[in-house]
């Protein structure tokens, strides 16, 4: 199966800064990637599907990159809204989630 | 707007079978695959399987033992059936829907929470 390693696990911020999360795949994965956004007790919020396309109305300042076996979450100017927990997935097999990003109030 | 709702009892005893339903409306359950995803209390995310409206099939190898997803069109319901239960089954389940372009999700239910325990 394809492990997909996220970093960092946490993430202390401020509001406007820009933030990046990393996420590596085991193997290459093309651009079979996908992003999450999850608040508590909230079910998962897709972002961003293969690699780099922005979901409908999902704010521009989320951007996802990379192709193979490493990528990119970008958060240009972080907001209030955005503390959250963050996952990759990818889909080229069978899927499998990161272990997730908190990204929290600095 | 598709929404999805969990439905099924929230406790279940150890090894005995757990049962979900997903209820899918404000859209058709054609055309579409349909997810079973689940994440223990303060966890990650783990994809149990989906199925299509046709009726095929595809599941995690980790759980493809224990684990049954049937679709019911005319009711635009999709079911779970998780075997021979233990205490690390417990978790959110959520259902979900993605397309063909591509297994990441779109849209998701609320989740609900089943615990397994005696």
């Known amino acids: 199966d394809i492990q997909m390693t996220q970093s960092p696990s946490t993430l202390s911020a401020s509001v406007g800064d820009r933030v990046t999360i990393t996420c590596r795949a085991s193997q290459s994965i093309s651009n079979w990637l996908a992003w999450y956004q999850q608040k508590p007790g909230k079910a998962p919020k897709l972002l961003i599907y293969k690699a780099s396309s922005l979901e409908s109305g999902v704010p521009s300042r989320f951007s996802g990159s990379g192709s193979g076996t490493e990528f990119t979450l970008t958060i240009s100017s972080l907001q209030p809204d955005d503390f959250a927990t963050y996952y990759c997935q990818q889909f080229r097999g069978y899927s499998t989630f990161g272990g997730g990003t908190k990204v929290e109030i600095k | 707007q598709v929404q999805l709702q969990e439905s099924g009892p929230g406790l279940v005893k150890p090894s005995e079978t757990l049962s979900l339903t997903c209820t899918v409306s404000?859209?058709?359950?054609?055309?579409?695959?349909w997810s079973w995803i689940r994440q223990p209390p303060g966890k990650g995310l783990e994809w149990i399987g989906y199925i299509y409206h046709s009726g095929s099939t595809n599941y995690n190898p980790s759980l493809q033992s224990r684990v049954t997803i049937s679709v019911d069109t005319s009711k635009n319901q999709f079911s779970l059936k998780l075997s021979s239960v233990t205490a690390a089954d417990t978790a959110m389940y959520y259902c979900a829907r993605s397309g063909v372009n591509g297994n990441y999700f779109d849209y998701w239910g609320q989740g609900t929470l089943v615990t397994v325990s005696s």
């Open positions: 404000g859209g058709s359950i054609i055309s579409y695959y």
